[in-house]
């Protein structure tokens, strides 16, 4: 195992093979009992767990290619079937269960064994219990099965698969170590809210190294919750230099109603500018973009700046439809009006013709 935590686990959860994290875990933790940990991605080595059915709507929906993703009436039932694969170099025995998750600055987050919460009590496996020979792999039935009774809004939680070692001789402490694909449940009729988010400022720094940064704070304005990713592509510097694109550091996950901050670290030999910054912001098939013009200081945080969002393309698909029926509006208005003239010039007495 790769570490070890007191009467508690230490979990990873993946955008597809999924396994124990890396040491720096154990140092964050401080080998102390721990309420939650970060779900963060990790090599395909050790316990692997992905996702294997995919609803054919939303195939091309990178985060349902990953996660669990779906909403369902007061009521509903789905089953989902996850691979569980064993990297590990020997035989091992995983438990398969459901466990209660929650999103916390900015991060998706898997509670610690036994916790649980109404979606993980709705969740169950078919096979709780699996011995794996080494390169060995299995599918698991997952079932969500929600009551009748159930109050609308969005819950999450996590499928995971554990693998735990023999306790240490003369201690309480348990190796563990865990692996797991993220649930995100919307419940209540009908569609519910879109998945909406707005840039609301970009801000210059230079970090603590004085590599250029470029943070933006984004809001979540829709119904389900978000993980954000995206680039920022640097155009209109000095002497006409443009650079990028700069990836975000990382995926940052915002619940709805709640905003939050999102970085991007540049390239250290970047002169402070002005600079048109272009940011391209996603989360599964949603999209924003934003522009801005950025300087950045010599040292600490810069200016905040407000930008110009673009038009979301729902509105410029609005807006192109409103002007064709514009167009047929008046082209049919014009065929009635030389056709009424004709028929009227038509009827007509031939002395008034002259």
């Known amino acids: 195992m790769r570490y070890f935590l007191v009467a508690t686990l230490c979990a990873v959860l993946t955008l597809g093979w999924s396994t124990p994290a890396s040491a720096q875990d154990v140092a964050r933790e ?22 294997v059915d ?17 909403r369902l009436a007061p009521g509903a039932e789905i089953q ?6 064993n990297n590990t170099g020997a035989a091992q025995s995983v438990q398969m269960y459901s466990g209660s998750a929650q999103i916390t600055d900015g991060a998706f987050v898997g509670d610690s064994a036994p916790s649980s919460n109404a979606l993980s009590t709705w969740t169950t496996v078919d096979t709780p219990q699996i011995t794996l020979p080494a390169g060995g792999r299995a599918n698991v039935l997952v079932t969500i099965s929600v009551p009748s009774d159930a109050a609308e809004g ?29 649930i995100y449940l919307s419940v209540g009729p009908g569609n519910g ?17 004085g590599n250029p940064t470029v943070s933006t704070r984004v809001t979540n304005t ?14 209109d510097g000095p002497a006409g230099l443009a650079a990028g694109p700069f990836t975000v550091d990382q995926t940052v996950t915002i619940a709805p109603g709640e905003s939050q901050d999102i970085l991007m670290t540049l390239d250290s030999s970047l002169p ?40 979301p393309i729902v509105w410029i698909i609005v807006i192109t439809v409103i002007a064709v029926l514009l167009v047929l509006a008046l082209a049919a208005g014009a065929v009635w009006f030389l056709r009424r003239r004709r028929i009227l010039r038509g009827t007509r007495a031939p002395e008034l013709r002259k």
Request: proline content about 4%.
């Open 222 to 235: 829709g119904g389900r919750a978000l993980d954000v990713t995206g680039t920022l592509n640097l155009t």
């Open 154 to 182: 969005e819950a999450y939680a996590a499928v995971w698969a554990e693998v735990k070692g023999a306790p240490t001789d003369g201690s309480s402490v348990v190796s563990a170590s865990r692996a797991g694909v993220r």
């Open 80 to 85: 989902r079937r996850v691979e569980v694969q």
């Open 30 to 51: 401080g080998g102390s009992t721990a309420s939650s940990v970060a779900l963060e991605d990790a090599a395909g080595t050790g316990i692997g767990i992905r996702l």
């Open 272 to 311: 402070d500018g002005p600079w048109t910054a272009s940011l391209t912001l996603t989360s599964g098939l949603l999209e924003r973009t934003a522009t801005a013009t950025l300087t950045f200081p010599d040292a600490g945080a810069g200016e905040t700046v407000a930008p110009d969002s673009g038009f």
């Open 54 to 70: 995919i609803p054919t709507a939303t195939q091309t929906d990178p985060r349902a290619r990953s996660y669990i993703v779906d």
């Open 193 to 209: 809210a879109a998945a909406d988010f707005t840039v609301d400022s970009l801000t210059s720094a230079r970090d603590a190294d």
